[in-house]
């Protein structure tokens, strides 16, 4: 029974490239939630998808930053001309839908590995 | 706007001894939810309790316990029993809404919380 699936766990990038970050939620999970964490901070919220549909997507950057959960595959979070305040820890969660809210009201966020952006 | 504020950057304890880590939170929604995460030294997120705002009693999972007041607006981790491995850094944070909704959490800066034997 995987968890929550990111990959690649590391990813180095000279400034201009794109990365690519890919998530796989956990089974049965139709929620994805992309948080970002910069050096010695906590997470911050960045968007909110499920399957085809972006719910909230307001701690985005305006710009070169997207994200996606397409039909089938994982959901892709993907940073065009990247800098080197781009370099964090991007993580990926999943909860289940709201009809599987556990009756505890904890509907509880399971948390990838992460992927580290290094961007020389 | 919702705040989290852990004001214990880092915490040092011996092995065996009980630990509370502060967390206050700022909101003026009637319903949310608090949680704890730890994140060990190899980065990932681990989920160790959660409270409802309408919850009445605290709540507890094993060794942590989660000290919750809800009119000081705190709602501090206690570890007891503490272990070499609980060495990590620890965050607070909060969901508005109580049920469903988007889990659009904020975090607090952290503890890093070190156990030495």
């Known amino acids: 029974n995987a968890g929550v699936m990111q990959n690649p766990r590391h990813l180095v990038r000279r400034r201009g490239q794109e990365a690519r970050l890919r998530c796989s939620p956990m089974?049965?999970?139709?929620?994805v939630y992309w948080y970002r964490q910069l050096p010695e901070e906590g997470l911050k919220f960045m968007v909110y998808?499920?399957?085809?549909?972006?719910?909230?997507e307001s701690g985005m950057p305006k710009e070169r930053f997207s994200a996606e959960f397409p039909k089938e595959g994982p959901s892709i979070l993907r940073i065009q001309q990247v800098v080197r305040g781009d370099s964090a820890a991007y993580f990926c969660?999943?909860?289940?839908?709201?009809?599987?809210?556990?009756?505890?009201?904890?509907?509880?966020?399971?948390f990838g590995a992460g992927s580290r952006l290094t961007v020389l | 706007a919702q705040k989290i504020t852990q004001t214990q950057p880092g915490m040092f304890v011996q092995e065996k001894e009980a630990v509370t880590l502060d967390c206050t939170y700022d909101?003026?929604?009637?319903?949310?939810?608090l949680f704890w995460y730890k994140q060990p030294s190899s980065g990932e997120m681990i989920f160790l309790i959660y409270?409802?705002?309408?919850?009445?009693q605290n709540a507890t999972e094993g060794r942590y316990s989660l000290n919750f007041q809800k009119a000081r607006k705190s709602a501090n981790l206690v570890i007891s029993a503490s272990q070499l491995g609980d060495s990590a850094m620890y965050f607070c944070?909060?969901?508005?809404?109580?049920?469903?909704?988007?889990?659009?959490?904020?975090f607090g800066q952290g503890t890093r919380l070190t156990i030495n034997p």
């Open positions: 998808l499920q399957k085809e549909n972006i719910i909230d």
């Open positions: 409270q409802g705002s309408y919850d009445e």
């Open positions: 909101t003026s929604d009637q319903s949310y939810g």
């Open positions: 969660a999943s909860s289940p839908g709201w009809n599987r809210v556990r009756s505890s009201g904890a509907n509880v966020l399971t």
């Open positions: 089974k049965g999970h139709s929620h």
């Open positions: 944070a909060m969901r508005e809404g109580l049920i469903q909704g988007a889990q659009k959490l904020v």
